[in-house]
């Protein structure tokens, strides 16, 4: 098989030992290599630009940005790339976000190397994969409401420990349109209370913790 015919593969993480066991994984397979490692966002931006891999393997959580926010910048710049989120979160927010903005495939890093070079092929050749254990907690909250950006603005808040009051004067708006708020976050994440409201937030990927 010639050089130029194999799956050029990036690998984005900020755990050393991480890139280190992929390069051995990809080093065995005659129809991949792994061409460059990142291990933050402007990395992977940067070494994208210089390599143009066929595959992007990105974790979700880097120290500068979310996985999901580097895709973003990746995919505008280069529609066509093709990133898969590998990584240890499996909240449904943001399982959601990175599928919106084009990921080709959402696996938690426990996948086991054959399924996980099976899930390289796959997006290569074009399809988006979706792990069946993602897949199933994003089954479980189908039909629930998502949060507005406004919505996870107040509730971020809230989590800080501000009152309401403090709230509005923040977000210069009125006390009533922050209760407004809280209210509707209560009820979309069927919450008891505030507090209650952002542990469930926070379980499912609107807040980080």
Do not use: C
Request: net charge neutral; hydrophobic share 45%.
């Amino acid at each position: 098989m010639f050089p130029d015919s194999r799956i050029r593969v990036l690998s984005v993480d900020d755990h050393p030992v991480f890139g280190a066991g992929l390069g051995v994984i990809l080093s065995t397979e005659e129809d991949m290599i792994l061409v460059a490692q990142a291990s933050n966002a402007a990395e992977a931006i940067d070494a994208f630009r210089k390599h143009r891999p066929d595959i992007t393997l990105m974790d979700l959580s880097l120290p500068d940005a979310s996985g999901t926010d580097a895709l973003i910048a990746i995919r505008e710049e280069f529609p066509q790339a093709r990133i898969i989120m590998l990584t240890t979160f499996d909240r449904e927010a943001e399982i959601q976000r990175a599928l919106r903005a084009g990921a080709a495939g959402y696996i938690l890093k426990s996948l086991d190397r054959a399924r996980l070079l099976n899930v390289i092929r796959s997006a290569h050749a074009g399809h988006r994969h979706v792990q069946p254990e993602v897949a199933a907690r994003l089954a479980e909250h189908v039909g629930y409401e998502e949060l507005t950006t406004r919505e996870v603005e107040v509730l971020s808040f809230v989590r800080d420990g501000y009152r309401n009051k403090q709230i509005a004067d923040r977000l210069a708006i009125s006390e009533n349109t922050v209760n407004f708020h809280v209210k509707n976050v209560m009820m979309k994440l069927g919450a008891n209370d505030r507090t209650h409201a952002v542990t469930i937030a926070q379980r499912r990927g609107f807040l980080r913790i």
